[in-house]
């Protein structure tokens, strides 16, 4: 209500001796409905909109904890697991390297130089790894 509704209200007194409908003073029922700017006091209807929407707020957060504190239980769990855990991977291999160049040109001359050291080699690789230690044993 503002001052001027008020003055107004004054200056029509006059009219509820006379039996005549006047605006102020209010019902109850008109009270709560009456907007004052002045007030930070909420209507019924935002009052509804804010707890419902507080509401959602706080379950969406709740929710977020929830999943966060399952995250942390699976993280530490695992890395439990990891911690106490031994993995042992064994890997062998052996392999032989044969290189012929064909042809008597300057580039085949090249090439021969080039590989000779690689002729017939051969290389045998055994490889055991642990989540503790990596051992490499390697023969030629």
Known sequence: MSLLFTW???????WFTQGKRT????????????????RMKLMSHEKQKLTKGLIMVFGQIVFALVVFFLDYLLFESLDIIRRHSEVTTIMKGHHQLSVKVLGKGALARIMDNLFRSLKNQEH???HV?????TFHYCTL
């Open 8 to 14: 107004l209200n004054t200056r029509t007194k006059h």
């Open 23 to 38: 605006l102020l003073p209010l019902k109850k029922a008109e009270e709560n409905e009456i907007i004052y700017p002045s």
């Open 124 to 126: 045998t690789l055994h």
């Open 129 to 133: 790894s642990t989540n503790k230690r």
